[in-house]
């Protein structure tokens, strides 16, 4: 039974970080965050490939966001800098994209972590 389950979620207040974390029961070809405000879609943020270690993030959160790994536990983190009310969100860990990593089309999904920002 794969499972994805993620840590790290609480309150912050602007300008601050946190360190989101997700880890698998077996190895994920490639794995991702996404994030859903309430009214919002679902917003795929970054995403990482297992074997090369290739890296993409969404613009509303390119360079103060990093998406990294640790291959021995078969799991990654979301370090997240100068965050913003605007960040404010349940985010999510996904494994196994079936396609475009932006899509929210995968194979497998974490139960979420609320992360809400103060302004």
């Known amino acids: 039974h794969i499972q994805l389950v993620e840590s790290g979620g609480g309150s912050v207040q602007a300008g601050g970080s946190r360190r989101l974390s997700c880890v698998a029961t077996?190895?994920?070809?490639?794995m991702a965050w996404f994030r859903q405000a309430p009214g919002k879609a679902r917003e795929a943020i970054a995403f990482?490939?297992?074997?090369?270690?290739?890296?993409y993030y969404a613009d509303s959160v390119k360079g103060r966001f990093t998406i990294s790994r640790d291959a021995h536990k078969d799991a990654i983190y979301l370090q997240m800098d100068n965050l913003q009310p605007e960040d404010t969100a349940m985010y999510y860990c996904?494994?196994?994209?079936?396609?475009?990593?932006?899509?929210?089309?995968?194979?497998?999904w974490g139960q979420g972590t609320q992360v809400t920002v103060s302004s």
């Open positions: 996904a494994a196994d994209a079936r396609g475009t990593w932006t899509r929210d089309d995968y194979g497998y």
């Open positions: 077996r190895y994920m070809r490639n």
């Open positions: 990482i490939v297992s074997g090369s270690g290739t890296k």
